[in-house]
């Protein structure tokens, strides 16, 4: 999706109908997905007085996944998305928490400043997905943890793969509706996979912990550490 379609409809559900269609497709969803989804979280291994950055923190559903003594900058690019955020870290009490609108291509941090760099149902959503991951390699210090939980093309599932290739183009301009709704539009046919591949060629990174799932288009989801 490019991006003033992006900002149009997580803009748009940010304040309406994002909330309770997340809660929806989570309650929906394999008990493997939750599971890896934990699993992302706990492999970062988040170390007291340790500086994490979420890239794509949308409403800050994530959020009371930090540790209270790690501090933590979410980035997103749609101010709607951030605003929620922010009133969501208020309701759980956070002050360690930075919130900034900024495209997710171009990162406005040093080098090698978190100890973490996290990012969830974010890849699939942006035009550029090899620069945002390259952004997050940048950032973060060497020796620390980049996590990813994202939308994927099912490589190892021709089935599920023939659907996302029926639907990719609708769900790349109009997304998903929910209760009438535009909710989410995303790239059905990201590559992650090969993502995360040509980074860790590239930058010479290793990963420590990988989970494919490729249940169906809705459920077609890998994680990376």
Known sequence: PDMQ??????GGSATTVYGRFMEDYVRKLEPASREAYTELFNRLDFQPGQ???EVGIGSGR????YPLNVSLVGVDVTPQMIQTARHRALELGRTNIKFVVADATQLRFPNDLFDAVVSTYTLCVTE????????????????????LYDCKRANSN???????????????????FFEGKPAVVYNLLSDLDGLVANAANKFGLDV???????YSCEECLGMYV
Do not use: W
Request: glycine share 8%; proline share 5%; net charge positive.
């Open 5 to 10: 379609t992006v900002l149009s409809v997580y």
């Open 51 to 53: 500086k994490a950055l």
């Open 62 to 65: 994530n959020l009371h996944r």
């Open 128 to 147: 550029n997905p090899e620069k945002v991951l390259d952004e997050m390699v940048r950032v973060c210090k060497p020796g620390g943890h980049i996590g």
């Open 158 to 176: 021709p089935s599920v793969l023939k659907d996302q290739q029926f639907l990719a183009e609708t769900m790349g301009k109009a997304g998903l």
């Open 208 to 214: 420590v912990s990988k989970q494919a799932i490729e």
